[in-house]
C-alpha cells in the first residue's frame, strides 16, 4: 500500500477516529486517504490554527491521542498555537505536516527555499514538542509511528511532529518489511521510592496543619481515582491547581478551593497557613506561588511529587523538604499497599477553621446579586453552575473570562473543566470546544470566552454548523479586554492604549455574525432574566452563541499584586481583620 493509506490505518488502529486540519498541496495523499477511509473522519477546521487546538483537546476528553494535519510552509506554522498548547500542558497530540517532495528540499547549505512554501517545521517546533521528525525514507514510516506516540504517552507526556514530504507519502511499501520501534522499559527503584514514601508519611504524622495540593499530572497519569483514595484516608484538606479543579467535586468535604494569584482568599489562607504540604502532580508555578516563590507557604515541610526532574529541582528559592522524582501510578501504588499504616493527628480544628474561611469569604459576595445594570459575572458563574448538571464538560478560553470562571464554577460530579493553562492563547476555547464534542460523539460542551478571545477564532462557526455541535457558547462580552485594562489601571495610569474602543479597539457586533452563519443567538442583559435565558441556552440542541452583557471595568476579585505573598491580594484586608487570619508570621510592615 502506500504510505498514506498505512498512516491512516495505523491511526485507526490505535483507535483514533478522527483527525482535525485543513487541506493543501502536500498533504492531499494522507487527507484522500481518510476520504476513502469509511471508518475514520477528517474534520475540515477553518484554520489550522482551530485544528490543533481541537487535537489537544480531543486528547484532554478521550485519553487517547489527537491528531491535527496541515500542508507545508503556512500551514504548518499556523499549527503552532496549539502545539504550544499540548506542550505546556502536557497533553500528548501528534501533529502530522505535509512537505515538499525530498529533491526540492533545502539542506543546510543551500539557499532560503527551493520548494514552493517550503519550511522547515521540524526545527521551528523543536522547543515545543517532544519528538520532532522529517521522515525521508518510506521504509522508516512504522519505526516512527511507533516512537512519536510512544514519546508523546510516555513519562510527562506532550506533543510530538511528524513531517511528511509528499513524495514520501505517495511511495508504495510492503507492511511486512517495515520494522518497529522497541523502547526501553523504565525500570523503577522502588527502595528508593518506599524510602520517600516513609519520609512523607512521619511528616503527615507530624502536621497539625497539612493540605493536599493537588495538579495536573494526576488526570495526566490517569490515577483520579486512586488519588480519591487516598484523600479520603488521610482526610486532609484538599486544594487543586486550575489544571486538577474538577478532580474533586465543590461539596467535597475535603475540599477548600482553588489558590493562588488569581483566586479566593479561603484557599490562599490555607495553603499559606499549612505546616505540611504534599503536592501531587503540579509544577507549582507563580501563577500558584506568586512571583517570589519564597513566601508561598513559608513555614510548612513540603513534599513534592512530580515526575519531570527539571520541573521538582527548579531554583526558585523554595525549599523542597522531600522529593519524590516518580511517576504518580508507582507513588500512589506503594502508598496504597499498606495505607492503614498512616497515622495522621486529628485535625478537626484546622478543618474548622478552614471552614470558617470559606464562610467568612465566598467569592460571590452578596452585593453582587443586588447589582441591576447589566451582569456581575460571579453572580452568572454561580448561575450557570446551579443550571448544570453532572458529567458536563467545560471549556474556558483566557483574560478575565478564564479567571471568573475558575474562581466562580461550582464543580459537581464528573464533570470536566478545563482550558490552555500554560500557553493561554486567546481563542483557545471555542475550536477547543469542537475537538471535546467530538471526543464525546458530538457531545455538548460549555464554551466560554470573552469577546476577544471569540472574535480570534470566530471562524470556526463553520466548522460548528457544519457538523451541527452542539457547543453552547457563552460571551463574557465586556466589550473589551478587561484584564489587560486591569493591568493598566495597576501599572500605566489607567492609559488604555489598544484595550478599548478610546484606545483604539475595534468592535463588532458578534449575535449579528453568528446569526450569519445561521447559529441561535441569545443575550442576557441583567440579572433578572438570567436564569430563563441559561436553561434556554441548555434547552436548544444545535449550537449556541449566547452574549453575556458585562459592565466595562468590571475587575477579577479578589487578584494579587506583584511582589505580595499569596494571602495578601487586593483588595487587602483591613491589617486587624488581616493578622487575625493568620497562623503563621504575617509578612505585612
Not at 517532495?101 to 527551493?114: A, C, F, H, K, M
Not at 451582569?375 to 446551579?386: C, G, K, Q, R, T
Not at 488604555?496 to 447559529?519: C, F, I, M, P, R
Request: proline fraction near 4%; aromatic fraction near 8%; charge should be negative.
Amino acid at each position: 500500500m502506500k504510505v498514506a493509506d498505512y498512516v491512516v490505518d495505523y491511526l485507526e488502529e490505535k483507535g483514533i477516529n478522527h483527525a482535525f486540519g485543513v487541506t493543501g498541496g502536500v498533504i492531499v495523499p494522507i487527507v484522500d486517504a481518510y476520504y476513502r477511509n469509511k471508518n475514520l473522519e477528517f474534520i475540515c477546521t477553518v484554520q489550522e490554527q482551530g485544528a490543533a487546538i481541537a487535537a489537544e483537546a480531543y486528547s484532554r476528553v478521550t485519553g487517547n491521542l489527537g491528531v491535527a494535519m496541515a500542508t507545508s510552509g503556512p500551514g504548518a506554522t499556523n499549527l503552532i498555537t496549539g502545539i504550544g498548547c499540548a506542550y505546556f500542558d502536557s497533553i500528548p497530540s501528534l501533529y502530522i505536516t505535509g512537505q515538499v517532495s525530498t529533491l526540492d528540499i533545502t539542506n543546510e547549505e543551500g539557499p532560503r527555499q527551493i520548494g514552493f512554501q517550503e519550511t522547515d517545521i521540524v526545527t521551528i517546533v523543536k522547543p515545543i514538542t517532544k519528538f520532532s521528525h522529517q521522515i525521508t525514507n518510506s521504509k522508516d514510516i512504522k519505526y516512527y509511528l511507533d516512537k512519536a506516540i510512544h514519546i508523546a504517552k510516555s513519562d510527562r507526556p506532550g506533543p510530538v511532529l511528524l513531517d511528511m514530504p509528499m513524495n514520501i507519502q505517495l511511495e508504495e511499501i510492503n507492511t511486512d518489511n517495515l520494522i518497529s520501534y522497541s523502547p526501553k522499559e523504565k525500570e523503577i527503584n522502588y527502595l528508593d521510592l518506599r524510602k520517600k514514601v516513609e519520609e512523607m508519611k512521619y511528616l503527615i504524622e507530624e502536621s497539625e496543619r497539612p493540605v493536599m495540593i493537588l495538579g495536573a499530572g494526576i488526570k495526566l497519569a490517569g490515577v483520579e481515582s486512586k488519588t480519591r483514595t487516598l484523600i479520603e484516608k488521610l482526610g486532609i484538606p484538599v486544594v487543586p491547581s486550575w489544571g486538577a479543579i474538577d478532580i474533586l467535586p465543590h461539596d467535597h468535604s475535603l475540599f477548600v478551593e482553588g489558590y493562588g494569584v488569581s483566586h479566593n482568599r479561603a484557599g490562599n489562607f490555607t495553603v499559606q497557613n499549612s505546616d505540611l504540604l504534599i503536592s501531587l502532580g503540579s509544577r507549582l508555578d507563580t501563577r500558584q506561588t506568586g512571583i517570589k516563590a519564597e513566601t508561598f507557604a513559608r513555614e510548612a515541610k513540603k513534599v513534592v511529587i512530580d515526575i519531570d526532574t527539571k520541573e521538582l529541582y527548579k531554583d526558585r528559592g523554595m525549599k523542597i523538604d522531600v522529593g519524590i522524582n516518580y511517576d504518580l501510578k508507582d507513588f500512589l501504588n506503594v502508598v496504597l499497599e499498606d495505607k492503614n499504616s498512616i497515622f495522621p493527628k486529628d485535625v478537626s480544628q484546622w478543618k474548622k477553621k478552614i471552614n470558617d474561611w470559606k464562610k467568612k469569604y465566598p467569592i460571590c459576595l452578596p452585593e453582587y446579586f443586588k447589582q441591576k445594570d447589566k451582569v456581575n459575572p460571579y453572580v452568572f458563574m454561580a448561575a450557570l453552575s446551579d443550571e448544570s448538571k453532572e458529567g458536563e464538560t467545560f471549556i474556558l478560553d483566557t483574560g478575565s473570562a478564564l479567571t471568573w470562571g475558575m474562581q466562580g464554577l461550582k464543580i459537581k460530579e464528573k464533570q470536566k473543566l478545563f482550558s490552555a493553562f500554560g500557553n493561554s492563547p486567546m481563542g483557545y476555547s471555542f475550536p477547543a470546544s469542537i475537538g471535546a464534542s467530538f471526543a464525546s460523539n458530538k457531545g455538548d460542551v460549555n464554551c466560554i470566552t470573552g469577546d476577544g478571545g471569540f472574535k480570534m477564532n470566530l471562524k470556526e462557526l463553520e466548522t460548528v454548523v457544519k457538523h451541527n455541535l452542539p457547543i453552547k457558547v457563552f460571551v463574557m462580552n465586556n466589550h473589551e479586554y478587561g484584564m489587560i485594562k486591569q493591568f493598566q489601571d495597576v501599572w500605566f495610569n489607567s492609559r488604555h492604549a489598544a484595550s478599548d474602543s478610546q484606545g483604539g479597539l475595534g468592535e463588532v457586533d458578534l449575535l449579528k455574525v453568528s446569526k450569519a452563519y445561521g447559529v441561535k443567538t441569545i443575550q442576557i442583559k441583567n440579572h433578572s432574566e438570567m436564569k430563563d435565558k441559561i436553561l434556554e441556552v441548555k434547552m436548544h440542541n444545535g449550537p449556541v452563541v449566547c452574549s453575556v452583557e458585562i459592565n466595562s471595568g468590571e475587575k477579577m476579585k479578589p487578584k494579587l499584586e506583584f511582589g505580595k505573598p499569596i494571602e495578601d491580594p487586593c483588595p487587602q484586608l483591613s491589617d486587624e481583620e488581616f493578622e487575625e487570619n493568620m497562623i503563621i508570621k504575617s509578612l505585612r510592615k
